[in-house]
């Protein structure tokens, strides 16, 4: 025999709502973490075959490994840098 328990079931829909639309990343795009304060940026998939940014997954490789704390690639630059580098890829 079970019991129902509606408002926690309801709650935790609504968390996990809340929770996903600040991970949501468009189809095509990915999030990445840059800076020292760790912006969140989310960029076209498109830019992981152009070198320069091919240069940034080296380092982040280097630095963090496969281990992201965030759950979106770290990319290990300040975000003047990213900014200029993506600037250029636009």
């Known amino acids: 025999m079970g019991f129902r328990l509606p408002g926690i079931k309801r709650a935790s829909f609504a968390a ?3 929770s996903s639309k600040a991970v949501d990343v468009p189809k095509g795009y990915l999030a990445v973490y840059v800076g020292e304060k760790m912006k969140r940026f989310v ?3 498109s830019y992981l075959n152009r070198p ?3 240069n940034l997954l080296s380092q982040a490789e280097e630095e963090f490994g496969y281990n992201h704390p965030k759950g979106g690639l770290t ?3 300040s975000e ?3 900014n200029s580098i993506t600037f250029c890829l636009n």
């Open 16 to 18: 996990y709502q809340a």
């Open 43 to 45: 960029i076209p998939i």
């Open 52 to 54: 320069s940014f091919q």
């Open 75 to 77: 990319i290990p630059c």
């Open 80 to 82: 003047d840098v990213f």
